[in-house]
């Protein structure tokens, strides 16, 4: 009786360590070929929104092109 108890025990431990290991898994997997591609910026110079990945990044503000990022913020 003890020993199916330590079994079932076993079984139940290996059950949750590889759900934890799934989950923890999953939004690593998920998050920089789906969410991050996909996500829409908005230009600080002419207010477009590309997808992030098509975005320019100077001088912490996000642009919508080399252009927009050498001009700077817009005047809005
Ligand atoms: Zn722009």
Same mark, same amino acid.
């Given at each position: 009786?003890?020993?199916?108890?330590?079994? =079932?025990?076993? =079984?139940?431990?290996?059950?949750?360590?590889?759900? &934890?290991?799934?989950? &923890?898994?999953?939004? !690593?997997? @998920?998050?920089?070929?789906? !969410?991050?591609? @996909?996500?829409?910026?908005?230009?600080? !110079?002419?207010?477009?929104?590309?997808? &992030?990945?098509?975005?320019?990044?100077?001088?912490?503000? =996000?642009?919508?092109?080399?252009?927009?990022?050498?001009?700077?913020?817009?005047? &809005?």
């Amino acid at each position: 009786m003890g020993r199916l108890l330590i079994l =079932i025990l076993l =079984i139940v431990l290996a059950a949750w360590l590889v759900r &934890r290991a799934l989950r &923890r898994a999953a939004p !690593q997997a @998920d998050v920089p070929s789906a !969410q991050k591609s @996909d996500e829409l910026v908005r230009c600080a !110079q002419c207010g477009v929104l590309p997808p &992030r990945a098509e975005a320019r990044l100077s001088a912490g503000a =996000i642009y919508c092109s080399e252009e927009h990022a050498r001009l700077g913020p817009g005047p &809005r």
